[in-house]
């Protein structure tokens, strides 16, 4: 792939799934030597393949891939055998949560194959369309799972002592998942209608094409920025800020002291992970939206950031759906025992080694 495609897909936020406006005016120089979107032809930048990198983030979404997997399933079986399965409004959330994370991390070879190619798609434009609208859709409804969770467990917290405070049926949670579902599948319309296999340079590449220009795709990362990371972002830190501090007005005998320290490090752990996770993405995104709107100009750093940076913070907000299985379920003490009793029957040795090393750390 020559210089010309890197600055372009520089310019339109490249990295699997990020959207990319193929017009042939990309940007032009202002009267003060500034650059802002016109001319491809006027800045000359030499193409950097990378290999190193473009190898090693392809090698990280295999095992996420991996990890998601083996996580997100193990979830599913301690949810679903019938003797361990519970209806609570937590476990509902917590099965569509594994689901839709291991629907994303199913996506992962595929980018990794993109990645390790030099972003040259090579499994044609209905896969292009298929992937690149599950991809966006499970990260939307992963964010809206856990942004639910967070507010179911402060209502299970809270409903113990006040009687106004009801935590959500198993039916209307489920009418909850439903609607969220469909939120998600609202949010990924625009990359399900623009997705498409485009030629820039001799490259065939899976992206998004909006026919208004970069304007349209400006908009686009604006709402998956407010949608997807900050409201989220709020409603998770003020469900759990309420929680704590519930927890600290009780008058707490020694056993609940420490239940509030070790639900006080789960939180920190929770929100954490999805901020340490998304914000780096999110954050260089917001950048690229004011480049694209002209409210501030591109510039070297900029192609620096979005070549070389932009990547691995990709890498980072993918870790966050091997992650979540980990922290939702499989850390919890009771579901690590019911894990146990479903799998007894496949290797005892085994599961007692890793049971009993990880109930040291509980």
């Not at 996506?107 to 990794?112: G, I, K, R, S």
């Amino acid at each position: 792939m020559d210089g010309q495609s890197i600055v372009e897909r520089a310019i339109g936020c490249l990295t699997m799934g990020d959207p990319y406006n193929s017009s042939s005016r990309v940007f032009n120089r202002t009267p003060q030597g500034h650059v802002t979107f016109g001319n491809l032809e006027d800045i000359d930048v030499t193409a950097d393949r990378s290999p190193v990198l473009r190898i090693m983030i392809s090698v990280v979404y295999i095992l996420v891939c991996a990890i998601g997997l083996v996580g997100n399933s193990l979830v599913l079986l301690i949810m679903r055998v019938k003797n361990c399965k519970q209806t609570t409004a937590i476990n509902v959330f917590i099965i569509n949560l594994a689901v839709t994370d291991l629907q994303f991390v199913l996506t992962l070879p595929f980018w990794a194959v993109d990645t390790a190619l030099d972003f040259s798609w090579p499994f044609g434009d209905a896969m292009c369309k298929i992937i690149l609208s599950v991809t966006v859709m499970n990260m939307y409804a992963s964010v809206f799972f856990l942004t639910a969770l967070s507010i179911t467990r402060y209502c299970s917290v809270a409903s113990a002592t006040k009687n106004r405070v009801r935590v959500p049926t198993s039916s209307s949670v489920k009418w909850v998942c439903a609607f969220l579902w469909l939120v998600a599948t609202v949010a990924t319309a625009p990359t399900s209608i623009f997705s498409t296999v485009t030629k820039v340079a001799g490259e065939k590449l899976c992206l998004l094409k909006f026919p208004a220009g970069h304007y349209w795709l400006a908009f686009y990362h604006l709402q998956k920025i407010l949608v997807g990371f900050v409201l989220p972002m709020m409603i998770i830190s003020v469900s759990y800020l309420l929680l704590l501090r519930f927890l600290r007005k009780r008058n707490l005998n020694n056993d609940h002291s420490k239940r509030r320290i070790h639900v006080t490090k789960s939180i920190t752990v929770v929100v954490l992970s999805f901020f340490l996770c998304w914000m780096p993405n999110h954050a260089i995104t917001f950048w690229g939206v004011l480049v694209k709107l002209n409210v501030i100009h591109w510039d070297e750093a900029y192609y620096i950031v979005h070549t070389y940076v932009f990547p691995v913070t990709v890498c980072f907000a993918h870790t966050n759906s091997c992650l979540n299985p980990f922290i939702y379920c499989l850390t919890r003490r009771a579901l690590r025992k019911k894990l146990k009793n479903c799998l007894s029957n496949t290797s005892p040795w085994l599961l007692n080694r890793s049971f009993q090393k990880s109930g040291r750390h509980a």
